[in-house]
């Protein structure tokens, strides 16, 4: 017997463990899929933590989403108790007048600023000194400036995941875990999701957040415009020497260098003992279902050398531990957040390009607000799927 629900949301990392919470908040019959158990190590949603601020470099269209998202965050804290968001502060460190072309980041210290003076964003702009004075663990050269944000930071995805799942199944969501949705028929009536095991589930709409896997799942065009990218994460060793204040350091970005390449971002250590830091990797794109997980020695060595020496005081070449994440990226790193071109009633959210997840909760807010009322209170129109068209 075929189950029907009102909405189905497909893929329940970042943006679908947010709208299936926050669907379930208003009331709506719900049901997740999802082909592993979330939250889980094989997509975009883990390592522990993820930056967050409000002065989005990478374009003002961002900030509603993250400062709803910060807000949200503590709701749900006050509610369970949990630490989702650790507001320690956040820096840009770069030159003044960077103007490298950068996926997504282009101007991205000037962009910052102007992002925090028009929406009132508690900020300070730094010189090298007062960086090296206020941060030991950094050191910037003399013509490099800082963009310090205080309320900034980091969210916990593992956290943030499991705990919106949690609220969503005790306000009636139903999640079915393990099930991979080979197919979406839909028609002016409903769609109709298919599952690996043959059975069917029928919706009114469906929310696809499958990440990486969506664009083999959702077909043309969306696998023309969509690009899933590894991506490594590296934990270096502290030196015994190194500054203390790397126990509370506010996370960091840091472009630098003539190239796209030159941009590497990190956060204070977690464990007293390392320092996790990544770069970024925009080039072909890779088989989700095919991940090397693999990160050899030499990667690490060319991280460090190529970013951190110099740079970080304190961190050693020597690795602890490495992860791997999947990027899906589109041609102008922003998000694609829009409703399919020929079924209106297909969802599409996710494909966030590697800077999604501070905006998230929002995000699933605005889904459930668009799929009951027609529309999201915030305004969501340069995530259009019609600008690669």
Not at 86 to 94: A, D, F, N, P, R
Request: contains cysteine; glycine residues 10%; aromatic residues 8%.
């Amino acid at each position: 017997m075929t189950e029907t629900y009102d909405i189905v949301v497909i893929g329940l990392g970042a943006m679908g463990s947010a709208a299936l919470y926050q669907l379930a908040k208003r009331g709506v019959n719900v049901l997740g899929i999802d082909r592993f158990a979330p939250p889980h190590t094989q997509g975009s949603t883990h390592g522990e933590t993820r930056i967050t601020r409000r002065g989005i470099g990478e374009g003002e269209a961002y900030v509603p989403l993250v400062m709803r998202s910060h807000e949200i965050w503590r709701e749900l804290e006050a509610e369970t108790g949990d630490t989702l968001l650790s507001e320690v502060g956040s820096i840009i460190i770069s030159y003044h007048d960077d103007a490298v072309q950068r996926p997504g980041r282009t101007g991205f210290i000037r962009r910052s600023i102007q992002a925090a003076r028009r929406y009132g964003i508690d900020h300070e702009i730094l010189d090298a000194a007062e960086i090296r004075h206020r941060f030991p663990n950094f050191t910037p050269q003399d013509d490099e400036i800082g963009y310090y944000e205080p309320g900034g930071g980091y969210v916990s995805p593992e956290r943030c995941v499991a705990t919106q799942l949690s609220i969503a199944q005790k306000l009636g969501a139903e999640v079915r875990l393990g099930r991979v949705v080979t197919s979406i028929d839909a028609t002016a009536s409903g769609v109709t999701v298919v599952l690996d095991d043959g059975s069917m589930v029928c919706a009114g709409q469906t929310v696809v957040s499958a990440g990486p896997w969506a664009p083999n799942l959702l077909g043309a065009p969306f696998d023309k415009v969509l690009s899933p990218t590894r991506q490594v994460m590296h934990w270096f060793a502290l030196a015994e020497n190194a500054p203390a204040t790397w126990n509370h350091s506010p996370v960091f970005m840091w472009p630098h260098g003539e190239t796209q390449d030159g941009f590497f971002y990190g956060f204070p250590s977690q464990d007293g003992l390392s320092v996790k830091t990544a770069d970024e990797f925009y080039g072909a794109a890779s088989d989700p279902n095919a991940i090397d997980r693999n990160v050899p020695e030499s990667d690490s060595q060319r991280m460090h050398a190529a970013h951190l020496a110099g740079r970080l005081a304190g961190v050693t070449p020597r690795v602890t531990k490495t992860a791997t994440c999947i990027y899906t990226v589109t041609p102008d790193s922003a998000f694609l957040i829009d409703r399919h071109p020929e079924h209106a009633n297909i969802l599409v959210a996710s494909p966030c390009s590697g800077h999604g997840f501070k905006h998230s909760a929002a995000i699933g807010e605005s889904l459930a607000q668009w799929a009951i009322d027609g529309q999201p209170r915030i305004d969501l129109s340069v995530f259009a799927l019609s600008r690669f068209l």
